[in-house]
């Protein structure tokens, strides 16, 4: 399997694509990865260095991939944080280059627009973009509960607004969602759900809420759904196995008391999870 990754990238830590092609890799993916911006670490610092990367960039490099033959062996895309509208014009170019060469290759979009507690922090006309162009040509997608809200624009404190919301981000054009975050106020207090959609069907798999505040734990989630829904075709499948991995990883960062998941440390979790959970349908 062959997995073309456009994201963020960081030297030191773990997001965007430095938090979603090892966990692929480890799972005996090939992941291209081309990068939407180079930074020394990740915002949530507060300071940072690099550079933006911009839509001909991006589009330069998959005109080098395809000038190795091989664009028609992609199997994949999977994209996550885009700093502007330009670079999610480039996305959408790339992923009709491949799509023109085999037709069967899934596009997996994390729709990065923001998050509970601090809103939207993208740049102006991301938002709109993921919702009007970037999730309408996904076959999957993966929300937080806030993303989910914004997309759909429906209330998500129950889980029958939830699955209701769902349906709607459906509609856009996805078969599958995966909302990766969810509490409701029909919840216990200790307990974190993740639902994933398809098909008119909801599953369910909870978990113990862990403390601990990390970045790049959504772009692993995303990948490492993407992976197994490829393989196994099911969304329930995809759940199940996803949420066992990122769980591990980030029970293993938590026990460690680190401000970076553990991805390299915990990367059993990926191929053998210490814990699972089943996934009940809703």
Not at 64 to 73: E, F, K, M
Not at 249 to 266: H, P, Q
Request: charged share 20%; proline share 5%; with cysteine.
């Amino acid at each position: 399997m062959n997995v073309l990754s456009i994201q963020s990238h960081v030297a030191y830590g773990h997001v965007g694509n430095s938090s979603a092609v090892f966990p692929m890799q480890r799972l005996g993916v090939e992941v291209w990865p081309i990068h939407t911006v180079q930074f020394s670490n990740h915002t949530g610092y507060g300071s940072w260095k690099g550079r933006v990367v911009d839509g001909p960039a991006i589009e330069e490099l998959v005109d080098g991939i395809a000038d190795r033959g091989v664009l028609q062996s992609c199997d994949g895309l999977l994209s996550g944080y885009m700093g502007s509208a330009d670079i999610g014009n480039a996305i959408l170019s790339t992923l009709a280059r491949v799509r023109a060469l085999n037709p069967a290759a899934l596009y997996c979009c994390d729709p990065v627009i923001g998050d509970i507690g601090r809103g939207v922090f993208v740049r102006p006309g991301v938002p709109e973009f993921m919702r009007d162009h970037a999730v309408p040509a996904a076959d999957i997608v993966t929300p937080n509960q806030f993303e989910l809200e914004y997309l759909s624009g429906i209330a998500t404190d129950t889980v029958a607004g939830v699955k209701e919301a769902i349906a709607a981000v459906h509609r856009l054009g996805p078969r599958v969602v995966l909302v990766t975050s969810i509490e409701t106020r029909e919840m216990p207090s200790d307990a974190l759900d993740m639902i994933a959609g398809e098909g008119g069907r909801y599953w369910r798999v909870r978990t113990p809420k862990l403390s601990l505040s990390v970045n790049g734990a959504g772009d692993a989630i995303a990948a490492l759904f993407f992976v197994h829904y490829a393989r196994s075709q099911s969304a329930e499948i995809a759940l199940i196995e996803a949420s066992a991995s990122i769980f591990g990883l980030l029970k293993r960062t938590a026990e460690a008391g680190s401000r970076e998941i553990l991805t390299v440390a915990a990367q059993d979790e990926f191929v053998s999870p210490t814990h699972r959970f089943p996934a009940e349908e809703i």
